[in-house]
């Protein structure tokens, strides 16, 4: 093997194990919170994750990876959903996970209703920013739009959650659920 070669091979298993030290996990629990109960598939779908990057290595912007793979794990993860695979039913557990507020957040019932009451795009713009952290330029690549695209996105999105996170307290209120009593001072005022 000519010498040049070989320090390109190794100049990319290089860059491939920093980016997955840096970057796998982040990926997995992107797979885990956008699977039904239990992310049973999230492992092998990350997998396919980090073998698309290391086949379109080339490909991959340095210095944006997480977006690129972020991207890349809504393609592999669309794709696992068209396959229309029975999902057995997971067993929930007694006790939630209260070290990640990501996993208490979807425990919750009125944000996964209010979630529920949005957009796909709306739900993957809000996730993106509020689960994985993006800022501005990592959701315009993750969306593949523009900054300006990305933000408008970002606003119309938290806009609806507003009217969404409202429609769904005043449902609860109607119901007689007793919805929180952060609503009370709110409804209050509005007589």
């Not at 070669?5 to 629990?29: K, N, P, Y």
């Not at 006790?95 to 944000?111: G, M, N, S």
């Amino acid at each position: 093997m000519d010498p040049h070669e070989t320090a390109r091979v190794d100049d990319d298993a290089a860059w491939f194990d920093d980016l997955f030290a840096s970057h796998a996990r982040a990926v997995h629990r992107y797979l885990v919170r956008r699977l039904p109960a239990g992310g049973g598939d999230a492992e092998d779908l990350a997998a396919d994750v980090l073998a698309t990057a290391w086949r379109r290595r080339a490909d991959v912007p340095r210095g944006a990876e997480l977006p690129w793979l972020y991207r890349t794990a809504g393609f592999v993860l669309a794709n696992h959903r068209r396959k229309a695979r029975p999902t057995p039913v997971a067993v929930v557990p007694e006790v939630p996970d209260d070290v990640d507020p990501a996993t208490l957040a979807v425990d919750d019932d009125r944000v996964r209703a209010v979630l529920a009451r949005l957009s796909p795009r709306d739900r993957q713009v809000l996730l993106l920013v509020a689960w994985e952290g993006l800022g501005g330029a990592e959701l315009a690549e993750v969306l593949g739009v523009s900054r300006g695209g990305a933000d408008a996105a970002l606003s119309r999105a938290r806009a609806r959650l507003r009217v969404a996170w409202d429609a769904e307290a005043e449902t609860g209120d109607e119901a007689g659920d007793g919805a929180g009593e952060d609503d009370a001072p709110a409804q209050a005022g509005a007589r």
